[in-house]
């Protein structure tokens, strides 16, 4: 290169340092960024990874464009251009500054109220903008949509987000650990009432189609009992475990319970049939209808605590900030290198990637016989199958 045809800032955007971590790009990089489906504690946290990554790693600069609410903001065009301003103080801030919605990955092919071709907005207003790339942080049908995007030749990352930890390819979730800590706090607090009134409580956690965070939560706080959706459970097993504690004169017992938990009978019913039975349901969820059937079939007296939402809540957790700076700064590094069409992800304690089109549409359920799973049940749990 002749030296007269260096710019005024070739310091700094070709710089020694730039060249020798082999990002030598000086183009300025447009990305966009969403977050979508349900919310959790360090979406913000993993934000603030991504750009603080992409203003190390990217020497010709980045103009950063949120989508607001999900998928919604890209179909339609609400985004607003953020600075690092925007990610500064929200490491420890629950929620999403973006705002997020559930936009099912089964109607993303199916025109609006106006006839409005989603797909087909949602490329344009990525060409408008002229973006580099799409960052979209989300859980199970979000990558759906990430993956339907890499499909239609748009350059996209992804961050796997859900505090259900359901995702395929990869072993964590950021807010799975935060919403365990939560749920875990619920149970113990529920300890020290069931224990002083002598009763059996059932804790009903978040997780309809997997039962993670039941599990590890159920682990952590002591719980004599845990139902998840991956094992059907015999009603008459679940009485015979809390009998079984009686006369080991325990006077009380802790049930947790995923909300998608369900029975050995009902599991054998096909989809349609259970969904029809579902709608017969006199209780609002599945821990009420345990606690009626339990006091049906004992003369425990029963209480049920569902925390719902609360385990999206409130600040990440310190492990969640950890992985979500991490999370966030490979996707950033992707980014510098022009590497796209996968999501970030952990394999242990390691950051790695997986191809959006092996994770797309596919859960990471709890196996009946892992090793979570027997080494729970040697600690004298019952999982009522
Ligand atoms: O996917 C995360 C999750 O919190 C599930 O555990 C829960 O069943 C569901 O979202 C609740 O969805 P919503 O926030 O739309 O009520």
């Known amino acids: 290169m002749d030296m007269t045809d260096r710019g005024k800032n070739y310091n700094k955007t070709y710089s020694k340092e730039s060249q020798k971590k082999g990002y030598g790009e000086t183009k300025m990089k447009r990305i966009g960024m969403l977050t979508s489906g349900g919310d959790c504690q360090s979406l913000n946290a993993t934000m603030r990874g991504v750009v603080k990554g992409l203003h190390q790693l990217v020497p010709g600069g980045v103009e950063i464009y949120g989508f607001e609410n999900g998928y919604k903001g890209l179909i339609y065009g609400n985004y607003r251009k953020l600075s690092g301003k925007d990610f500064s103080g929200i490491l420890t801030t629950g929620g999403t500054i973006l705002g997020t919605s559930r936009q099912p990955f089964k109607l993303m092919r199916v025109p609006d109220e106006n006839g409005l071709d989603k797909v087909e907005a949602m490329k344009s207003t990525y060409a408008y903008l002229k973006l580099d790339c799409l960052v979209v942080l989300g859980g199970n049908g979000s990558q759906k949509t990430a993956n339907l995007l890499r499909e239609e030749g748009l350059n996209v990352v992804a961050l796997p987000k859900t505090i259900d930890n359901d995702l395929w390819g990869t ?215």
Not at 236 to 249: D, F, H, P, S, T
Not at 272 to 300: N, Q, S
Request: aromatic letters at 6%; proline letters at 4%.
């Open 171 to 385: 072993d964590m979730t950021f807010g799975f650990q935060s919403a365990v800590d939560l749920a875990t706090h619920d149970i113990d607090c529920i300890h020290t009432t069931a224990a002083s009134h002598n009763r059996v409580f059932i804790v009903e956690l978040m997780g309809h189609k997997v039962g993670w965070v039941t599990l590890h939560a159920g682990i952590a706080g002591g719980a004599d009992i845990i139902l998840i959706p991956e094992i059907p459970y015999d009603i008459r097993n679940v009485v015979g475990a809390l009998e079984r504690r009686k006369e080991q004169g325990k006077g009380f017992s802790i049930l947790a319970v995923a909300e998608g938990a369900i029975s050995k009978e009902d599991a054998a019913l096909s989809k349609k049939e259970y969904k029809e039975k579902l709608k017969k349901r006199t209780y609002p969820t599945v821990g009420y209808e345990l606690a009626a059937e339990i006091e049906d079939m004992t003369d425990f007296e029963v209480r049920v605590t569902v925390p719902g939402h609360t385990q999206r809540g409130g600040q990440p957790c310190p492990f969640d900030r950890v992985i979500s700076s991490r999370l966030g700064v490979k996707a950033a590094e992707l980014i510098a290198t022009e590497q796209y069409g996968l999501m970030v992800a952990m394999k242990g304690f390691e950051i790695t990637t997986t191809p959006l089109e092996k994770v797309a549409g596919k859960l990471k359920y709890v196996t009946p016989d892992s090793d979570i799973v027997k080494q729970a049940k040697h600690l004298g749990i019952s999982f009522g199958d």
